[in-house]
């Protein structure tokens, strides 16, 4: 059935490629490329257009699905029709042998981004479980830091897996990875020291999103600044500080030096308040007072309490609680 429409299409571009033969020959193979592209363009839009009508109103994530692939199906689609108007166009062997090397590059990038999207789709479809926006959220933003974290590592390995095989489609790249190999010893070792950085925040994402120090929107203190985990790429965090100010540390960082981490086995923020009393202050009163207010701030929880510094002021008592 393929064979057939493919055929059949063929034998249509060149009944118009013989109407035009007074034409010169590169304007009659312009006029036959160009309408294989619009032609796959509107067949694109036309399914596209009733997909959403069927899916209108049912299933939000199929629609979503739907939007998610609509530049990879198209792009694709008018890959097909360059591949299939091709042959039909009066063009010299070399100009031909020049769209072919482009085709099959853009094949090849079409096979990366494919990965990718499928990978985000993945993403979010498992991530849609999962809500961050209530009182107790830790095994929320510890799946969504895990999913987060990987997927961007994973992607970082697309797009060098592409970028190679792309590479790998040219003669030149191609002999100069054989005499790499060839020599792989110095090369190796050259390679490794430039790459360094590169391989130790993919690790140390890798690191992160297993082991999880950290978690998005984790309350921590970096070097003496205290802020929230606003987000995680492949080669640095980004920390939300209490001044709206932005502060970037590397993702390796967070491997090799000690840091605080307030929201690691809870959601909730522990904190103190100091007040500072004169020896005279009613203590039980004030404490009193202290542990009856915590309900109303909606704030307690059951390790609220209120306790005695064991090392008083000398000219003052000091109370936490």
Known sequence: MWQDLVQSAQSTLSAVGNALSFAPPWAVSLVLLVGATAAAWLLHAAILAVLR?????????????LDGTRNPTRFGLLLVALAIALPTAPLGSD???????????????????????????????????FRIDV????????????VRVLMRVLDTIIV???LGFALMTFEAVRQYGVSLFASAGVAGVVFGLAAQPVLSNLIAGV????????????????????GWIEEITATYVVIRLEDQRRMIVPLNFFIQQPFYNWTRQAAPTIGNIVLYLD???PVDVIRKKAIESLPKQNKATPRSRASKSPTPAPKRSRYIF
């Open 279 to 281: 020896y005279a202050a």
């Open 207 to 226: 690191q992160l999103a297993i082991t999880q120090p950290i978690r998005l929107e984790d309350a921590v203190t970096v070097q003496n600044q205290y």
């Open 95 to 129: 100009t031909k042998s020049v769209i072919v090397r482009v085709l099959v590059l853009g094949a090849i990038c079409l096979l990366g981004w494919m990965a990718m999207t499928a990978l985000h789709l993945a993403a979010n479809l498992y991530l849609m479980r």
């Open 53 to 65: 009508r069927l899916l209108r109103g049912r299933r939000p994530y199929l629609r979503s699905v």
């Open 160 to 162: 060098l897996v592409t």
């Open 135 to 146: 009182e107790d959220n830790l095994l929320a933003r510890k799946h969504l830091t895990q």
